[in-house]
């Protein structure tokens, strides 16, 4: 979960507070003068470094709020993602649903989804992909959280999503049964996906 500035306030020493008072008031100016700097903008540099000045604990944390307040655009996005390092993706991926880029920040997810790096995964599948991905991704990301052991509790909206999915009961079906006949175990979290894929009674004419 993210932290919030306030509390982050509090959790920060005096140094690590004045660091991110100069990384915000950077990111704010990059956001009011866009194109101003010739190369990368210097709130860029703080978000590598956030976890050597702040702590890796607050790291997601303030990456988040620089992306925030800088408000980049899908270009310098996608560049922090692919440069970055696991943990400044993960921040990135964390962020998407916060930065009013629709859909276009759609294949940081799918690269995401693509990998086998838990912490990727568990971000991917949050607000931003569970709003953004199609039927046919979104199911296919379910079975990669199965897959790669992430708890199904990162799925974001996910008994909105899987509700009544038919087509997701018969994948997690066929998911048990190769797993079952590998001698493998099957993840707990596959039984709480496809018990809300079952249909909703329809109402009896007494509740009518």
């Given at each position: 979960?993210?932290?919030?500035?306030?509390?982050?306030?509090?959790?920060?020493?005096?140094?690590?507070?004045?660091?991110?008072?100069?990384?915000?008031?950077?990111?704010?100016?990059?956001?009011?003068?866009?194109?101003?700097?010739?190369?990368?903008?210097?709130?860029?540099?703080?978000?590598?470094?956030?976890?050597?000045?702040?702590?890796?604990?607050?790291?997601?944390?303030?990456?988040?709020?620089?992306?925030?307040?800088?408000?980049?655009?899908?270009?310098?996005?996608?560049?922090?993602?692919e440069q970055g390092t696991a943990a400044e993706r993960r921040a990135v991926l964390l962020t998407l649903h916060r930065l009013d880029l629709g859909a276009t920040a759609l294949p940081l997810v799918e690269d995401a989804l693509r990998t086998n790096d838990t912490r990727l995964v568990a971000a991917a599948v949050g607000p931003y992909g569970?709003?953004?991905?199609?039927?046919?991704?979104?199911?296919?990301?379910?079975?990669?959280?199965?897959?790669?052991?992430?708890?199904?509790?990162?799925?974001?909206?996910?008994?909105?999503?899987?509700?009544?999915?038919?087509?997701?009961?018969?994948?997690?079906?066929?998911?048990?049964?190769?797993?079952?006949?590998?001698?493998?175990?099957?993840?707990?979290?596959?039984?709480?996906?496809?018990?809300?894929?079952?249909?909703?009674?329809?109402?009896?004419?007494?509740?009518?």
């Amino acid at each position: 979960m993210l932290t919030s500035r306030e509390e982050l306030d509090g959790l920060l020493r005096g140094a690590a507070r004045a660091w991110l008072d100069e990384a915000l008031a950077e990111a704010a100016h990059a956001a009011s003068h866009p194109g101003a700097d010739s190369g990368n903008p210097p709130w860029e540099l703080r978000f590598a470094s956030a976890g050597r000045h702040c702590g890796l604990e607050h790291a997601d944390s303030v990456r988040a709020l620089l992306l925030v307040e800088a408000r980049p655009a899908l270009p310098a996005v996608t560049r922090l993602y692919e440069q970055g390092t696991a943990a400044e993706r993960r921040a990135v991926l964390l962020t998407l649903h916060r930065l009013d880029l629709g859909a276009t920040a759609l294949p940081l997810v799918e690269d995401a989804l693509r990998t086998n790096d838990t912490r990727l995964v568990a971000a991917a599948v949050g607000p931003y992909g569970a709003a953004h991905l199609d039927a046919h991704g979104w199911r296919h990301a379910v079975l990669k959280c199965l897959f790669t052991e992430v708890p199904v509790e990162a799925l974001d909206r996910l008994p909105e999503r899987a509700g009544g999915d038919a087509e997701l009961a018969r994948m997690l079906g066929d998911f048990a049964s190769e797993r079952t006949a590998a001698g493998r175990a099957v993840p707990a979290g596959l039984r709480t996906v496809l018990e809300l894929t079952v249909p909703a009674p329809a109402p009896t004419e007494e509740a009518r």
